[in-house]
């Protein structure tokens, strides 16, 4: 079983950086693929960054890619997602997860979920 804590949200400007972050306990995270998604209101939950165990490959949703930027320390059991140049369409709960084997897009292949943490850009 592992659990994930998200931290980092809150409310910003359009153009402003934000810094995400997910803790996970538990076991350790070593060994899953960690996946960033958001979701809007109404709308279904996207995926927006991953990366593989090592940190060595990493993916972004067209939407986000240039712009944020997905990291892992696992000596810190964390992963990070960094974000720059925010739009207003970014507002959205961001939760991490995790799954073994390689990158996905798809959220029915990651296995645990934090509870999200709330990221609000205003224009």
């Known amino acids: 079983q592992v659990q994930l804590v998200e931290s980092g949200g809150g409310l910003v400007q359009a153009g402003d950086s934000l810094s995400l972050s997910c803790a996970a306990s538990g076991r350790t995270l070593m060994t899953y693929v960690m996946g960033w998604f958001r979701q809007s209101p109404g709308k279904e939950r996207e995926f927006v960054a991953a990366i593989t165990q090592s940190g060595g490959i990493t993916d972004y949703s067209g939407s986000v890619k240039g712009r944020f930027t997905v990291s892992r320390d696992n000596a810190k059991n964390t992963v990070y997602l960094q974000m720059n140049s925010l739009k207003p369409e970014g507002t959205a709960v961001y939760y991490c997860?995790?799954?073994?084997?390689?990158?996905?897009?798809?959220?029915?292949?990651?296995?645990?979920w934090g509870q999200g943490t709330q990221v609000t850009v205003s224009s």
């Open positions: 997860a995790t799954r073994p084997s390689s990158i996905s897009h798809q959220k029915s292949d990651y296995y645990y």
